[in-house]
T-cell receptor, first 115, second 111 residues
Framework: AQKVTQAQTEISVVEKEDVTLDCVYE???????LFWYKQPPSGELVFLIR??????QNEISGRYSWNFQKSTSSFNFTITASQVVDSAVYFC????????????FGTGTRLQVTL | AAGVIQSPRHLIKEKRETATLKCYPI?????VYWYQQGPGQDPQFLIS???????DKGSIPDRFSAQQFSDYHSELNMSSLELGDSALYFC??????????FGQGTRLTVV
């Protein structure tokens, strides 16, 4: 069975601070995909990134960066210079590489960015 | 670019009534998923379809059923609604192992 753990239930930061959201996963698959989604107060689920298990290269996209470490089964997400618009619930998710494999979500981390 | 379209966006039903949620996936996506998200919860997998055939089933109540039609749109049918069915229902579509894109969701309120 697959499992995703986001131990941080809620994080509150002041604008312009950096913040890291933790994600730890469990799977018996040798190949898999990892994802991050953002759910703003409006409710939609916005795709942020997908990572293949065989690609441990870290990725940076603007103020966002992701640190994938297979050895510790972690896929952490850092927002640099946070902004109020970053306030949302962030979900980490995992799926197998098999056809039509479902995504298993973590419980989410609520990020509150204040002025 | 086309996104996943869900309708209706909001739905209010009384207990024991029936509801039908519709999903129009992104063109050429071969997989459709349905998820249920209760207040303050993470999305829970209900059911999926690959090329119009049921692919996997999660914690979907027997009162719920779903299908995918020849034009690839999918419908989630929910009968004998209970107060606990009040939730946000997401449809997502995906092509192969690529990222899954979610619709804006249908907020179902059972009163």
């Amino acid at each position: 069975a697959q499992k995703v753990t986001q131990a941080q239930t809620e994080i509150s930061v002041v604008e312009k601070e950096d913040v890291t959201l933790d994600c730890v996963y469990e799977t018996r698959d040798t190949t898999y995909y990892l994802f991050w989604y953002k759910q703003p107060p409006s409710g939609e689920l916005v795709f942020l990134i997908r990572r293949n298990s065989f690609d441990e290269q870290n990725e940076i996209s603007g103020r966002y960066s992701w640190n994938f470490q297979k050895s510790t089964s972690s896929f952490n997400f850092t927002i640099t210079a946070s902004q109020v618009v970053d306030s949302a619930v962030y979900f980490c998710a995992l799926s197998s590489t098999g056809t039509a494999s479902k995504l298993t979500f973590g419980t989410g981390t609520r990020l509150q960015v204040t002025l | 670019a086309a996104g996943v379209i869900q309708s209706p966006r909001h739905l209010i039903k009384e207990k024991r009534e029936t509801a039908t949620l519709k999903c129009y996936p992104i063109p050429r996506h071969d997989t459709v998923y349905w998820y249920q998200q209760g207040p303050g919860q993470d999305p829970q997998f209900l059911i999926s379809f690959y090329e119009k055939m049921q692919s996997d089933k999660g914690s979907i109540p027997d009162r719920f059923s779903a299908q995918q039609f020849s034009d690839y749109h999918s419908e989630l049918n929910m009968s004998s609604l209970e107060l606990g069915d009040s939730a946000l229902y997401f449809c997502a579509s995906r092509f192969g192992g690529a990222e899954a894109f979610f619709g804006q969701g249908t907020r179902l309120t059972v009163v």
